[in-house]
């Protein structure tokens, strides 16, 4: 038997080549692999003796990572990358059904002939897609264009006159088209404002735009001055922000803002470092859920009754091994087929282990994905399911309404579990539930979800092991092999003698595929998602956070559990994805769902817009006073006569005009009760104390007065 999985990597040590398997011969005979690097390369046939040689004498190694183990969400993918790879998955998908014979030479060339002339390509091209396929993980994503080294940055899309951009959901203002005009502006205030002043920052250069050529003003005629009432149509600080980039010349400007001298110290360059429709197990999956016929109660508080949980199923076609499920109170929803189907792919010991069940891995051997996946048109017939189509290759095929026959041996389990568990267990529903008369089954609910989770994995263990499929029909080869009609039998004969089309993969990737994914932003205060901010031991561990405040901001592609954000999963090349848990920052999120959370945001949104207006006239009003301020001490200045004290005297002289200065606001700020009108203040002397020994200096006083306080044996603080 080979030792390996379709699709999975292994390495020949001493020549450092690393080569996918391909297709292996039901038979055990050999394998077809072939070299992930070279562009010239083309499937060759390795032979099972061969390779436990090479495996024995440790010549040949599993590898285990892959580099074509990427998750492409198919939302993320342009309409003309998804066309490309289309037409190319088109184009060469009749020659991979012809296995073997594709694997051949002497065969392979008729049928590259016979698909030239159908689809009017050139034998460099069809080699040249088969071989992407082959080894870049045997996936329609692998024939992707690789734009990324493609493209024409920097060229400028004509205007038509519309509003160019996404439409403004928050405030009332559609914004503007930035046309030569505005660019215009825009550089002349960077050159006379931004470049000149480098107390000034980006936001009040925008200010100093808007002051210029947007503002409408009038005058006021108490203060006989020009107010700013209103703005009309102008650009947005992040139109202003992106002109100003592209436009100037950043570097240079910044240069001379912080002098040349400081910017060639903090922030120059450093260059010098560095069954007849199946052919065997996999073949196909059956997924379908239903409400489990029993009431639960909450594991914190198990006086109360939750209700029935959602049961999803997962069932192989060929052998009716159930290979994966999933019970919980989501609704019948993706989120629940997303959980059931990460399961197929996961370690059953350490899924039974998590409620208390210990097996062993040949009690429950199911670890891959299908070809094919039979489902509802509900859970899966939207576009969640399409990154785990491209990613995997697993072709979705959905029943039509209310034949739930298409489904029947994924339907029939639902039965065979129920009847399995459902004398013994109280809160089980019967069938007189809600006659007159009968009882009330949810006052009997003693289960939590955990509890009934276990008792389902008894029940579906016994079905694996030793259920016995008397309807099931075997053919010839499996009567001559004596196989039981039992799901564990079944499944173990199909691996040796049928398909070998188990597919294994990761996980942790199956997952990632499955649970949505978007950008998230490295920022100096964490990594920042709808508006919540996450950390992990590796930002931690590799100063994100202090880079982010250092050298700017940048994007990390994350998944996420919309059903509860409190943490997210960071994609890594190496270890697939790590958590991410809030920090202390956004405590205020925690135990939030993510449409909560997007709630939250909104509200805040809209208030900020509708302020936004009024908080600028603000500061326009608050830049026009301060100015007209210093205008007035400036010509205060001019009209005071000249004063002939040389600057070195008026330095010298600081200390003393700041004592008179301060003496002179002692006066002028102290307190002073109003006297009552008409009644003169009368002053009354010292005793035996002449005119002369009362007067005395407040600050000869105060000293006095402060040692006496410190030294006072009655204050203890």
């Known amino acids: ?57 440790g010549k040949l190694v599993v590898e285990p990572s892959d580099p074509a183990a990427r998750v492409q969400p198919e939302d993320s993918l342009t309409p003309q990358r998804r066309q490309r790879r289309d037409a190319a998955w ?38 040249r897609l088969l071989r992407r396929y082959w080894q870049r993980g045997m996936t329609p994503n692998a024939l992707l264009p690789d734009y ?26 559609t914004g503007i088209n930035v046309d030569q005009e505005t660019r215009k502006r825009i550089r002349a205030i960077i050159a006379t404002e931004f470049s000149r002043n480098r107390k000034l920052n980006l936001t009040d250069a925008y200010q100093a735009l808007l002051d210029r050529y947007y503002s409408v003003t009038e005058l006021d005629e108490e203060t006989c001055q020009q107010r700013t009432v209103s703005l009309y149509e102008y650009p947005t600080l992040a139109q202003f922000r992106y002109w100003f980039e592209k436009d100037s010349d950043v570097f240079r400007i910044e240069r001379t803002r912080r002098t040349p001298r400081v910017y060639d110290k903090d922030s120059r360059a450093i260059l010098s470092t560095s069954i007849s429709e199946v052919t065997g197990p996999g073949s196909r999956f059956q997924i379908d859920a239903t409400i489990a016929d029993v009431y639960l109660v909450s594991r914190y508080d198990r006086s109360k009754i939750v209700g029935r949980p959602v049961l999803y199923v997962i069932v192989d076609v060929f052998s009716r091994m159930v290979v994966g499920l999933h019970a919980g109170f989501e609704g019948p929803s993706w989120i629940g087929a997303m959980m059931a189907l990460a399961n197929t792919a ?23 994905l299908p070809d ?22 697993v072709h979705v095929e959905t029943a039509a309404p209310y034949r739930a026959d298409w489904k029947g041996i994924v339907e029939q389990q639902f039965r065979l579990i129920h009847n399995k568990f459902g004398p013994y267990v109280p809160g089980f529903v019967q069938p007189d539930y809600q006659e007159r008369g009968s009882e009330d089954y949810r006052l009997d609910a003693v289960l939590d979800i955990d509890q009934f989770t276990y008792i389902i994995l008894c029940c ?87 880079r982010a405040r250092q050298r700017g901001k940048w994007k990390v592609r994350i998944s996420y559990d919309p059903r509860n ?49 009024t908080e600028m006239v603000g500061r326009l009003n608050l830049t026009r006073d301060i100015k007209a301020k210093v205008s007035e001490a400036l010509a205060m200045k001019d009209n005071q006569p000249r004063s002939l004290v040389s600057n070195q005297a008026k330095t010298a002289n600081i200390r003393a005009n700041r004592a008179e200065e301060k003496e002179s606001l002692r006066i002028h700020d102290a307190f002073r009760p109003a006297t009552p009108s008409g009644v003169p203040a009368t002053v009354l002397p010292f005793t035996g104390k002449t005119e002369e020994e009362n007067e005395f200096q407040l600050s000869e006083v105060i000293p006095g007065l402060l040692k006496s306080q410190r030294e006072s044996p009655d204050d203890e603080s």
């Open 460 to 546: 579906v263990l016994t079905h694996n092991n030793l259920h016995e499929c008397k309807e099931y029909q075997r053919d010839r080869d499996m009567v001559a092999d004596g196989v039981k009609p039992v799901p564990i039998d079944l499944w173990e004969w199909g691996v040796q003698r049928r398909s070998g089309r188990l597919r294994h993969y990761p996980h942790e990737l199956v997952k990632l595929s499955l649970l949505p994914s978007d950008d998230a932003t490295v920022t100096a205060s964490g990594i920042r998602f709808y508006g919540c901010f996450y950390s992990c031991r590796k930002a931690l561990g590799e100063h994100w956070f202090e």
């Open 90 to 127: 088109g184009m060469i998908r009749p020659l991979l059904l012809q296995q073997p014979d594709i694997f051949t030479a002497d065969l392979r060339g008729p049928l590259v002939r016979r698909a030239m002339g159908e689809q009017g390509v050139t034998k460099q091209t069809v080699y």
């Open 372 to 393: 094919v996946l039979l489902s509802d048109r509900g859970e899966t017939a939207g576009k969640d399911i399409e990154t785990l189509i491209i990613n995997f290759n």
């Open 148 to 173: 990324h080294l493609c493209g024409a940055a920097g060229k400028e899309k004509p205007s038509t006159g519309k509003k160019r951009g996404r439409p403004r959901v928050y405030g009332a203002d």
């Open 1 to 57: 038997m080979i030792p390996f999985t379709v699709n999975q990597l292994i390495r020949w040590v001493e020549d450092d080549l690393l080569e996918r398997v391909l297709w292996i011969d039901p038979g055990g005979s050999g394998c077809y692999a072939i070299e992930i690097t070279s562009n010239t390369a083309l499937p060759r046939y390795l032979k099972a003796d061969c390779i436990d040689l090479a495996v024995s004498e």
């Open 346 to 368: 996961a370690d059953k010991v350490e899924f039974c282990r998590q409620y208390g069940l210990e097996i062993q891995p040949e009690d429950w051997p199911c670890k891959a």
């Open 565 to 613: 954000m409190d943490t997210i999963y960071l994609h890594d090349n190496r270890e697939s994805f790590i958590p991410c848990a809030l920090t202390e920052r956004s405590q205020d999120f925690r135990g939030m769902t993510l449409w909560e959370i997007d709630q939250i945001r909104q509200i805040n949104r809209e208030l900020s817009a509708v302020h936004a207006p």
